[in-house]
């Protein structure tokens, strides 16, 4: 691991961690030193499941590295990137976690408040739960104004703290082989695409309006990455459109988050 990213953690929260590890069930957990309530995170396992190989065949295929998976780094590299990159976007004023400690077993992060996804599911005001989705697509719109993206920018990957939202788990940040836009237009899919639960049902849908919002304040060249991503899997998007009143959810949401992002492009003139 490099020396700009390592950071031993202190004596005494070492050990802490070391003894709160062995029965820990999950390979993120909570602990809390000197008052404060930090959250460690251990190396994590290479991803082998076939969706991984499926999405690798499928970005090649149609050349668009846009779909392409995440680089997988595990170990003591995949902490390291991951504090880097939390690093980089604290640097620039983004409200991610402080990085506290970081080796080649763990990485310790701040606490950066709540989860807004069980916010989102435990508010009953469509209008409130919205508005919370809108801030949290302002804050990523920032960070793309900015020059950078996320690379996991799904609902479920923002904090909620202090009346504003926050970024969290970096994990897929390392996009090789892709260009800005592409990252961008990556996070805007992902981001969409996990919205569509919160419009099921509804009788005004609103991720319609999220997005055309999102991509009218996106750059040209993430638009034209967008465009071409759905030209080049048109036949697909049309078979999804057709099978989703008849298939799961994923196809479903698939069918319903494209329909959004093309009507928002339309709107769009570049």
């Not at 804050?139 to 799904?154: D, E, K, N, V």
């Amino acid at each position: 691991m490099s020396a700009d990213i390592e950071y031993p953690a202190d004596p005494e929260l070492a050990a802490l961690i070391r003894s709160l590890r062995s029965t820990a069930r999950n390979r993120v957990f909570a602990v809390t030193y000197n008052g404060r309530r930090l959250w460690v995170k251990t190396a994590g396992m290479p991803r082998l499941h076939s969706s991984v190989l499926m999405q690798r065949v499928i970005a090649t295929l149609f050349a668009l590295p846009i779909l392409l998976p995440p680089r997988n780094q595990t170990g003591a590299l995949g902490l390291a990137a991951e504090a880097a990159a939390i690093r980089k976007l604290a640097n620039a004023g983004f409200p991610v976690p402080a990085v506290i400690a970081c080796s080649g077993q763990w990485l310790v992060l701040s606490d950066a408040g709540e989860a807004l996804e069980p916010r989102l599911q435990a508010t009953t005001n469509p209008v409130e739960r919205w508005h919370l989705i809108a801030e949290a697509g302002a804050l990523l719109g920032r960070l793309h104004a900015a020059g950078h993206w996320h690379g996991g920018a799904q609902i479920r990957n923002f904090s909620y703290a202090d009346g504003r939202p926050g970024l969290l788990d970096f994990e897929d940040h390392d996009l090789p082989g892709m260009t800005l836009a592409e990252k961008q237009a990556r996070d805007l899919l992902l981001f969409l695409y996990s919205l569509v639960r919160y419009d099921r049902d509804a009788i005004d849908p609103q991720l319609p309006r999220i997005a055309t919002a999102m991509l009218s304040a996106a750059s040209s060249d993430t638009r034209n990455a967008m465009r071409k991503l759905r030209r080049r899997m048109a036949w697909l998007l049309a078979l999804a459109r057709w099978l989703a009143p008849y298939a799961g959810r994923d196809v479903r949401q698939a069918a319903a988050a494209d329909a959004a992002i093309g009507a928002a492009l339309l709107q769009c003139a570049d």
